[in-house]
């Protein structure tokens, strides 16, 4: 096994290789506007680390969201690509559960990221590996957290009113081939790489134009 995984949801262009044992390279930039162009030389930079090439990858997973339109698109589309040139399996995994299994918590909690226009994605968890609700987007202070600890940049952008927890931030890619490979070891169902969009598109197809009479 050797699963090459990456996320561009969030502000962080993230790459990692997993050999179904543990992380053989890793490679993150934090940087919201660059994911078209960061995202190949993450990937390039990961295999060279490792001492692999694109050929001995036997499967791809790409973080699946929420997330904005354009970053989530740019992995996506990467995943499904290398996946057709490498005949290999191409899945999907929720951004929000690499946080999670990011985070090592044992007991339930929150992820919340930033969802732009002063809201969150977020979602429940009963435990690193178990989602129990979600993901939603909401603005902050609609969020439920009931006294449970939230992790994730929506933590730190919202303090006051989700709290804060000493958590990684962002869904980093060793986390999610970590929990991708796991998943795949025990056989359990991975989803196909489509984006989970929580909001509707800004743009709209314009309607008719008006009839203007003399």
């Known amino acids: ?67 904005p339109y354009t970053g989530l698109r ?50 429940r968890y009963q435990d690193m590996r178990t989602r129990a609700d979600g993901p939603f987007v909401d603005r902050p202070a609609d969020v439920p957290v009931e006294g449970l600890p939230v992790v994730g940049a929506g933590a730190a952008l919202y303090p006051d009113v989700l709290g804060d927890h000493d958590a990684p931030p962002y869904p980093y890619a060793g986390a999610l081939a970590a929990l991708a490979a796991e998943r795949l070891a025990e056989g359990t169902p991975l989803d196909p790489p489509r984006p989970i969009y929580l909001r509707r598109p800004d743009a709209v197809v314009p309607g008719a134009p008006k009839r203007v009479t003399a």
């Open 1 to 67: 096994m050797l699963v090459l995984a990456f996320d561009t949801a969030t502000p962080a262009v993230t790459a990692a290789l997993h050999d179904g044992e543990r992380v053989l390279a890793e490679s993150t930039t934090i940087d919201a506007r660059r994911h078209g162009e960061l995202l190949v030389p993450t990937i390039e930079r990961v295999l060279a680390d490792s001492g692999a090439a694109l050929r001995d990858v036997t499967a791809i997973v790409a973080g699946s969201g929420p997330g």
């Open 74 to 123: 740019v992995g996506l589309m990467t995943a499904q690509g290398l996946a057709t040139t490498l005949a290999v399996p191409a899945y999907g995994i929720c951004t929000l559960d690499a946080v999670a299994y990011g985070s090592g918590l044992g007991e339930p909690f929150l992820v919340a990221t930033d969802a732009r226009r002063k809201e969150v994605f977020w979602a």
